[in-house]
């Protein structure tokens, strides 16, 4: 657990210098990097016709957005389908003279990559060494990782000027918040970033693939690539867990040691954390912003801490069967499976909490091997909708919901008109809140369902031979939790998988494509549609009912009313896999 320490000292230690150097950025005023990147930003405003000092209302800012994510898509869907005739393609993907095994991009899979990557969800199903070029890695991916990023963030911030304007109409202008985010802090964080990861054994290569001769006499061949500019930008999302490799940072060649290990999970949390600050600041109470701080770190350090327990406690199934999992001098103990030996037990418990509270999805262990509460834990921080830190900028978004949320609950108690920042929640608000909550809940339960209920044709386009069923590596309720993990880690643009699921199939790569659409954008747009509404409103002096929104008090019921929710939504779902899974094992019982 000193790993765990370690990282909340130094989370809490960065997160205000952060925050506050973010505020700047997005307020228009200088910072440090003013002087040599002014004349830039004004370079491209000039070169793309943007004109900085014209704001925009809620739906230019959300046609903006939209606008901004469709090029995206179609511009890198293109290049993965072409990149056969590119250069920086040394292994030849996509062309007749691709290594055996290489993974085909088909029509299916490139639709899945390119909305994976505009969604910074980053869900891969097939192995990043074996299907993509050096130029669609850094291209396809690598670009779409600072664009999808700088517009979480700036829709973000669009919407907590929504809450603080007054009497107005407009929100800022996308194009510039979206430049500023990916000048000014983006490039600069990833390449000191990269540069440190470099220093620490992160490869940085272009040279082609390398046979090598092993110990037993075989061939086996190495892979290289650009891979700490990417693992970078990667981790800084909060959202873009993608692997260069499929091993993702269980591979050495990301990920060589402990210090890399615990420098990557701060990687992961630091924009997010920061974000809170900045929302304070941009409030005016900077209280509001340490009070979801708080909220998030409770609930991350109660789900890691309980992981971490479930790990070590180890699989009962091997005592019973005579094998000493006990800890030692030869022997770590505990649930070791899937773990690399580098990091152990508490390294990947810690590491597997913050990648799916972050929204992450990077991995420095096999997530389908740990235990049915591990995996349970993992599967909650996704399912309460990317509140525990979440993806960069859509995680402040949805915290915030939970908290308007969590007032109105309040409000109906004590019967008086929820308020939240000195405007009044109305029924409007509200509705954009629950349909955002119930398009990106409802999908999952529905799309798990018809994985296993829909009879697709015995070996046909849509699945290989066995339908969805021929897809898992295990039956009962542990194949189940893994294709649940699949739709809850798309929907809530996670990105990491129980590698248990074969998913580059048709049916997978289209449906859990559209899922990551619903999550990105049924948050994006309601969001967009509050803030359009409450920066109409005038702010109004807070009396003695008006519910504070701050302080541990707040807190504890924002906390209570997250698992509230949440619980009442997936538990049926929870206990028919992880939670049945964990009373199988304990008593004995084997699943066939």
Known sequence: MSELLVLLGLLVALTKPLGLYMAKVFEGKRTLLSRFLLPVERLLYRFCGVHPEIEQVWTSYAGSCLAFGLISFLLFYVVLRIQGWLPFNPQHFGTPLAPQG????????????????????????????????YLSQLLALGVQAF?????????????????????????????????????????????????????????????????????????????????????????????????????????????????????????MFAIPAGLTYTFGRMVGDQWQGWTLFMVMVLLFVGGACLLSWSEYRGNP??????????????????????????????????????????????????????????????LFNMLTGEVIFGGTGIGLISMILMVLLTVFLAGLMVGRTPEYLGKKIEAKEMKMVMLSYVATSVPILVLTSAALLIPFRHGGYWNPPGGVLGNIANTGPHGLTEILYANASAIHTNGSAFAGLNANTPWFNLTLGIEM??????????????????????????????LPTQGPLFAALLIGAIILVTALTFFPALSLGPLVEHFLMHTGVVFR
Request: charge should be neutral.
């Open 517 to 546: 659409l619903i999550g990105r954008f049924m948050v994006i747009i309601p969001a967009l549609a509050i803030a359009g509404s409450m920066v109409r409103k005038q702010r109004i002096a807070a009396t003695s009912g008006t």
């Open 147 to 267: 664009i999808a990023t700088a517009t979480g963030i700036a829709v973000a911030i669009a919407f907590v000027r929504g809450l603080i304007r007054e009497k107005t109409s407009c929100l800022g202008n996308f194009w510039v918040d979206v430049t500023r985010c990916t000048l000014y802090i983006l490039l600069p964080l990833a390449l000191v970033a990269g540069l440190f990861l470099c220093s620490r054994g992160v490869i940085q290569s272009f040279r082609p693939y390398q046979d090598v001769t092993t110990l037993e006499g075989g061939k086996q061949t190495i892979a290289f690539g650009p891979v700490a500019s990417w693992e970078s930008i990667k981790l800084l999302s909060a959202g873009d867990g993608g692997g260069f490799f499929n091993a993702n940072s269980a591979h050495p060649f990301e990920n060589p040691s402990p210090t890399t290990n615990l420098f990557e999970m701060l990687l």
């Open 102 to 133: 290489a993974t085909p991009v088909t029509p299916d899979l490139a639709f899945n990559i390119a909305v994976s990557f505009m969604t910074n969800t980053s869900w891969q199903s097939y192995p990043g060494e074996s299907t993509l070029s």
């Open 317 to 378: 199934a091997l005592a019973a069967a005579g094998v000493d999992s006990r800890h030692s001098g030869a022997n770590p103990g505990g649930n070791m499976e899937g773990k690399e030996v580098r990091f152990g037990i508490g390294a990947s418990a810690v590491y597997s909490a913050v990648s799916t509270a972050s929204s992450t999805g990077a991995v420095n262990s096999m997530h389908d091997s740990f235990s049915p509460v591990g995996g349970m834990v993992q």
